[in-house]
């Protein structure tokens, strides 16, 4: 009964910023770890950022780090990823996505939970 929903998506320039939200609904307990993924048109959907709602740190794709930021509040039940610097190479769909207690924490077989998506794209 969980659901994901997306927003914040939208269009920029290269080097502006964005900010995605994605908040949870139903019954969330099971939900140890959430991340964003994204996909662009041809290209296979690809981890961007995770974390562990209960704490004990942050992961990122090579391509973002420094440049994007994954954060979690619990008491409204929202995950955000702020990105800055943004380039034409961000443009993607970008989704939510919750799992239980994922080992590999940018690995999409890991999660089970995921939002419709929320669309980026980034201008040159």
């Known amino acids: 009964q969980v659901r994901l929903v997306e927003s914040g998506g939208g269009s920029v320039q290269a080097g502006g910023s964005l900010r995605l939200s994605c908040t949870s609904s139903?019954?969330?307990?099971?939900?140890?770890?959430m991340a964003w993924f994204r996909q662009a048109p041809g290209k296979e959907r690809e981890g961007v950022a995770a974390i562990r709602t209960a704490g004990g740190g942050t992961f990122y794709a090579h391509s973002v780090l420094g440049r994007f930021t994954i954060a979690h509040d619990n008491a409204k039940n929202t995950l955000y990823l702020q990105m800055n610097r943004l380039q034409p190479e961000d443009t993607a769909m970008y989704y939510c996505?919750?799992?239980?207690?994922?080992?590999?924490?940018?690995?999409?077989?890991?999660?089970?939970?995921w939002g419709r998506g929320a669309q980026v794209t980034v201008s040159s």
């Open positions: 996505a919750g799992g239980q207690s994922p080992d590999m924490l940018l690995s999409e077989v890991e999660y089970d939970i």
């Open positions: 139903g019954y969330t307990y099971n939900i140890g770890a």
